[in-house]
């Protein structure tokens, strides 16, 4: 009898899991390239060559390492002593390039000969096109219409980069669409084209991946923090969008216990508000863009709109891995309202002669918090993830708004 | 053997492919969708795929895109799809596969949506974004309540993949005919159809072909070597076109009698 089915079990999960969270969700067309690019990957790991290639790249062409800075006058304002890791120094003005660099040496030793990529802010889009000139692949970028409003400057220093951008106009017109549109892209042209994720979110080995290349932020400020401060910090400060400098920064902390992790999503406009981009605070558990974590959905298990102030952050989904740090209790998750943000970034300026993203203003916002609860013995990292240049024009009219 | 399965067989003991229609639930409206199941089953659909509307819907195009939108819009959730469902099943017993993205699913609770969805008169399950390794915790309750999960096979697919969906598969297996999102244009559906009938026979199961089939002389291409024919963005924009619920349903009636006219095995 021809249809009678077997009902075997289905094979065992795949890899990837961060408790419950991460895995794989989606369309089986992608699934040969996830496994295709876990292999590369894997192999590279323990490729020497790989390995030195990718480090002369990060030290000779992105800058690295980057500095521990003591800001010692914002610390005098807040009453801790506060450190900034200066990812903001690197090559393209943010922690990006660390990933894209890693990424597009991997579709390199794949054969693929496209690349494509999602923005938000433009950060990670200006990072892929970079890495892509560097290396002389073509490199086409999806980023909602919302997004290429806010961030024209990215838009421009994509394309001077040779990079097509394709502005998304569906759904909300920000980072979710633009992922929405790639993983389109990606389904359509799979056999020739490297996805270039530009978080720790996305099917696995996405979030390893992004995590692994992004550690060099953590292990380059553990060693730092010993040798400029005598001893490690007590706590390590972080914006959370996806959660890929979070990541990054944190990997170097994990295994030290007395190290507080600290993530900071963006309120928007105040949770209660229900306009913010905050899926860890106030989020539930779901699957969005191939893996399992906290999600802005309504009870229908439909994606909700994120709102915030920070491109970078409009993000109703955040890294699993995140989620997992969450529940086991390793890293705490908060969030601040664009108008705190915003003035975290004037105090930066101010105090520091540094312009933050307004991203990373997210993670300025609250040290006056960790500031307080630790006081003046404590030492606190900040992740100073990427600088403010790209949002003038947002920052200069939400001041004249605010009067 | 369950109603898909049946169905299946029913067409090749008429020596032709079975007809696989996709409507999305909720487009124009759930009463509508009500009345466009029970017309493309009366006008020779063999199997319905009741689209679950989804806010993010990586895997389709735009004209299923803009369906899903418009459903949303309008208020559709899973549980409406489902009592739309057992309204549909006081008029037809058309084999009806619940077919979507994981979320809504898993928000709604896997054991509880296979036991409302078989209380419904729904006949099973296919969902985009939950390949085999992610699937036991809807396939399993599935299988216990008699109700199908339909895998699919891309492509892309290695032969160890290929042999993972077909183990997961209760009925039918779905063939990817491309590398794209729905209602792309397809490349070549001869050779798409020819990899999916060695398919079907290496594996001796039935296998259906999807993705860019929208007219009788596509489904006359593909029917010859496949026991199923699945049409879907073609009929989701015939329902985008028509300018009213009842210029809908006599579209979709037309439109889906004639892919039916080109069904046959000759």
């Not at chain 1, 975290?344 to 002669?353: H, I, S, V």
Request: with cysteine; hydrophobic share 40%; aromatic share 6%.
């Amino acid at each position: 009898m021809r249809y009678v089915p077997r009902l075997m079990q289905p094979p065992e999960p795949v890899s990837g899991r961060y408790g419950p969270y991460g895995g794989r969700y989606v369309a089986e067309t992608l699934m040969p390239a996830l496994d295709e690019l876990t292999h590369a990957y894997e192999e590279s790991q323990g490729d020497p060559a790989f390995q030195a290639e990718l480090g002369s790249l990060l030290h000779h062409y992105a800058g690295r390492e980057t500095p521990t800075y003591f800001a010692s006058r914002l610390s005098e304002e807040l009453g801790s002593r506060i450190w900034l890791k200066r990812e903001d120094l690197c090559h393209t003005g943010a922690h990006k390039v660390n990933n894209t660099i890693g990424q597009i040496l991997l579709a390199k030793r794949m054969g693929k000969t496209r690349i494509i990529a999602e923005t938000g802010a433009g950060q990670h889009g200006v990072a892929t096109a970079t890495a892509c000139a560097l290396m002389g692949l073509p490199c086409e970028v999806y980023m909602g219409a919302e997004d290429v409003r806010r961030q024209a400057p990215n838009v421009r220093r994509m394309e001077l980069l040779g990079a097509e951008v394709h502005s998304v106009t569906s759904g909300s017109a920000t980072l979710k669409d633009a992922m929405n549109e790639a993983l389109r892209d990606w389904v359509t042209n799979v056999r020739t084209t490297h996805y270039c994720v530009g978080s720790v979110a996305g099917p696995h080995p996405y979030p390893l991946i992004v995590r692994d290349f992004q550690a060099v932020i953590g292990q380059e400020a553990r060693a730092q923090m010993l040798e400029q401060a005598g001893r490690l910090p007590d706590a390590v400060v972080a914006c959370v969008g996806g959660g890929s400098n979070a990541m990054g920064i944190f990997a170097g902390f994990i295994d030290d216990e007395s190290v507080r992790l600290i993530g900071v999503e963006a309120a928007g406009e105040g949770i209660e508000t229900g306009r913010h981009a905050a899926p860890l605070c106030e989020g539930d558990v779901g699957v969005l863009h191939g893996a399992k974590s906290y999600v802005l959905q309504t009870p229908d298990g439909q994606i909700k709109e994120a709102h915030s102030i920070s491109a970078g952050l409009d993000y109703p989904g955040v890294g699993p891995e995140h989620a997992w740090l969450k529940d086991i209790g390793r890293a705490t998750y908060v969030s601040v309202t664009d108008d705190a943000a915003l003035d975290a970034f004037q105090q930066l300026c101010r105090t520091e002669g540094i312009i933050p993203a307004l991203e990373t203003s997210h993670a300025f916002a609250y040290l006056p918090a960790v500031a307080k609860e630790l006081g003046s013995d404590a030492d606190i990292l900040v992740c100073l993830s990427g600088r403010g240049d790209k949002d003038l024009e947002t920052v200069l009219q939400k001041l004249k708004e605010r009067g | 053997m369950g109603r898909i399965a049946h169905a299946f067989e029913n067409a090749r003991n008429e020596n032709r492919a079975a007809l696989v229609i996709y409507l999305c639930a909720g487009d124009p409206d759930l009463s509508t969708t009500a009345d466009l199941v029970v017309a493309a089953a009366e006008s020779g659909a063999d199997v319905i795929e009741l689209g679950v509307p989804f806010s993010d819907p990586t895997a389709d195009g735009p004209a299923i895109q803009r369906a899903a939108e418009r459903s949303l819009a309008g208020g559709t959730t899973l549980a409406k799809v489902l009592d739309t469902v057992s309204a549909i099943r006081g008029r037809t017993d058309v084999p009806i596969l619940l077919f979507g993205y994981y979320n809504p699913i898993l928000s709604y609770g896997e054991q509880k949506l296979v036991d409302d969805a078989a209380q419904s008169g729904a006949d099973g399950f296919l969902v985009v974004n939950l390949p085999p390794e992610e699937s036991a915790g809807l396939r399993g309750p599935a299988v216990d309540k008699g109700l199908d999960f339909v895998p699919l096979v891309a492509p892309t697919s290695n032969p160890e993949r290929i042999a993972q969906a077909a183990s997961a598969a209760t009925s039918f297996i779905y063939y990817v005919s491309m590398t794209g999102v729905t209602g792309s244009k397809a490349a070549d559906l001869a050779s798409a159809s020819e990899r999916a009938g060695a398919l079907q026979r290496e594996l001796g199961r039935p296998v259906a072909i999807g993705f860019g089939i929208k007219t009788k002389e596509d489904v006359s291409t593909v029917a010859p070597h496949v026991d199923g024919v699945v049409v879907g963005s073609a009929v989701v924009r015939t329902i985008e076109d028509a300018a009213s619920p009842d210029e809908a349903v006599a579209s979709v009636r037309a439109l889906v009698s004639e892919l039916a006219q080109g069904l046959g095995r000759r």
